[in-house]
Every structure is written in C-alpha cells, then in structure tokens.
C-alpha cells in the first residue's frame, strides 16, 4: 500500500506538471498572438466628408482613370490590418471594416477617432479616399525607414512645402493621446489642431499629394491618369514626375 501510494503521488505530480506546462504554452501563444495584432499596421480611409465643393456627390466613388477614388486607397493600404473605412458603406474592391464619425460629418479627426476605435495596432495609416495618387503616396510613406524613438508620424508634403497630415503614417497611441485632448471626441476639430503637439516628419511628396476637392480637380485627374494596364497597374507615372499637380488635401474628411 505505502508503494502503491507512493506511486500515485508521483502520476499526480507528473499530470500537474503536465497541466502547468500545457498553461505556459498557452498563455505563451496567446500573447504572441496579441503582440503580433498589436504589431501589425492598421489603415484608416476617411471617406465621410460632404464633398461640398463638388455639389455633395460621393466623392470616394467618383471614377478615375477606371477605379474609384475609394478603390484606389484601399488598394494603396493593402496588407494593412485592418483597413478601417470611415464613411458610409459603398461598394469597393477589398476586405475592410466600415465605420462611422460620431456624429456623422464630424470632421475629419472625428473620423480619425473612429478609426482608432476599431484597431490595436501599434501603428496606422491615415489616407483621405480623394486622392488619385495614392498608391504612390503610400509607396512613398512605405519606403520611409520605421519610425524613430522620437517620432509620433510621417506624412507628405506638397510642392509648397506643406503638410499633408491626411496622407501619413502615425504611432496609434500618440494619436489616441491627441485626441484625448480635445472637446467633443474632435469633433469639428482641425487636424492641425490634433497634430500639434505630435514631432511628425514631412517627406516631400510634390504631385503626388494632390487631390480630387472640384470638379476642375477632377477633370484634370482624369487627363492625367490613365486606365489600368493588364496588369492591373496604372501607366501613367514615372515615380510621380509626371502625376497629377492640383490642389492639396484639407482639413474635409473626404
């Protein structure tokens, strides 16, 4: 009996053994599990706006070259995860998570703090749904080397030298901190307002930060980029030299 019982004592501690090992595993690939989610680079497509200047049409769906504005971002941010469209749903090309700005038409930080709501990774891009170049735009943001100690985003800048804060890549908790700062959840809040207390580098972008805000734009997005080629790219560019010169984005969310 003394053996017996001896022996059971040992298959007890062998079997909780067992278990705690099964326990460290576990709870080992949950979180690399998390920290892979929170390690991956969101997307935020802001395509909320009233297109004011364009007589309120959806300015996300207007065609260009033989996408849709909309298409072209998602397109721009693919791999991210998730692509978080803030907007009305539509139809698009793509898996994306729809969501809307609190209250709708809010702005284009509140639509930013809609985005993030939907995301825990650590970093995000942030693209307004009017831009014709935008894949190159994001190529652009993409070949900048990962984020400094010291810096909270990368964006474009224009011909003129200015930011385009609607066209970056940003640390996801230094914006949830911004937005923190302000009334209303941001609402009707300027990006600038949002960003100033952010050390964000600009990368001059020249044409490729244009936009599509009035019918001009438009037309003269559609003189300059062409339809795609069979192999689903557009020949239209040389890295941008010869892309599209019109207006830079504002503070709309489009």
């Not at 769906?61 to 803030?86: N, Q």
């Not at 170049?133 to 030298?161: F, I, T």
């Amino acid at each position: 009996l003394h053996v017996r019982s001896r022996r059971q004592r040992q298959m007890c501690i062998r079997d909780r053994r067992r278990r705690d090992a099964a326990l460290v595993t576990a709870a080992s690939a949950a979180d690399a599990s998390a920290a892979d989610m929170s390690g991956a680079t969101a997307a935020i497509v802001l395509a909320g706006g009233r297109a004011s200047r364009l007589d309120g049409a959806a300015k996300p769906l207007l065609d260009v070259g033989g996408r849709t504005l909309l298409d072209r971002a998602v397109a721009a941010v693919a791999g991210c995860d998730p692509i978080i469209v803030v907007g009305p749903p539509a139809p698009v090309q793509g898996e994306v998570v729809w969501t809307r700005e609190t209250p709708e038409f809010g702005g284009p930080v509140a639509g930013i703090a809609a985005g993030l709501a939907r995301t825990e990774s650590a970093d995000v891009f942030v693209l307004a749904a009017d831009l014709p170049n935008a894949e190159e735009a994001v190529a652009l943001l993409r070949r900048h080397p990962p984020l400094a100690g010291g810096e909270d985003g990368v964006c474009l800048a224009d011909d003129s030298g200015r930011m385009q804060w609607l066209i970056g890549l940003y640390r996801t908790d230094a914006l949830r901190r911004a937005v923190a700062t302000l009334p209303d959840g941001g609402r009707d809040a300027s990006i600038r307002s949002l960003l100033a207390g952010l050390t964000i580098r600009a990368l001059p972008a020249g044409a490729l930060a244009a936009d599509v805000d009035t019918w001009d734009d438009l037309e003269r997005a559609r003189a300059t980029v062409q339809a795609p080629t069979r192999n689903g790219t557009d020949a239209d560019h040389d890295n941008g030299t010869d892309a599209l010169r019109g207006s830079a984005p504002n503070e709309e969310t489009t």
